[in-house]
């Protein structure tokens, strides 16, 4: 059955952790869209990807995806000082829907004070950050906790896309 995924986005993404995902996740049936803070706005990424907001935050609801995907890059950094989209990650995590978080993305869980008690990996510069919030740090390529799927950088993202498409199926 096809799932609709919310892809939060600002810029300074790394761009191969929202395209790779987002076109296997697109090829195996499932619908991506790209929230932003504006509607109809570019969003830049590290290595010149351009990607139109399908929706801003404020025209969306968590209860109208199935999951989420937090790309790494800047953008975890860039959206957790919006508390909209702290707001609608935290709804997520509290309902257990999918969230898939690579390289800085869970830079925006630490920040909805979801990551306590989850095994959980990113980037090695925040592995305290998660550590200090709570979460049981793995370095592994791929870390699946429940409905959470984490990896640490673009060479995960084989592992990444397996273990989100699992949690989607």
């Not at 059955?1 to 790394?14: G, N, S």
């Not at 800085?104 to 998660?130: C, E, F, M």
Request: glycine share 8%; hydrophobic share 40%; aromatic share 8%.
């Amino acid at each position: 059955m096809a799932k609709k995924i919310a892809a939060v986005l600002a810029d300074d993404f790394e761009d191969v952790e929202f395209t790779g995902p987002a076109k296997a996740y697109k090829e195996a049936g499932h619908t991506v869209v790209v929230i932003g803070k504006e509607k109809g706005a570019t969003v830049s990424g590290k290595h010149g990807a351009k990607v139109t907001a399908d929706a801003s935050i404020d025209e969306v609801k968590p209860e109208d995806f199935d999951a989420l995907l937090i790309a790494g890059g800047y953008s975890p950094d860039n959206l957790r000082d919006d508390d909209r989209f702290v707001a609608f990650t935290k709804a997520f995590m509290d309902e257990d829907k999918g969230v898939f978080a690579i390289c800085h993305g869970p830079q925006l869980l630490i920040t909805a004070g979801a990551v306590k008690d989850r095994n959980i990996t990113g980037y090695k510069s925040i592995a305290v950050d998660l550590k200090n919030a709570g979460g049981k740090y793995k370095d592994e390529e791929v870390v699946v906790c429940h409905n959470l799927v984490t990896s640490r950088t673009p060479g995960d993202i084989p592992a990444f896309n397996r273990e989100s498409l699992k949690v989607l199926a």
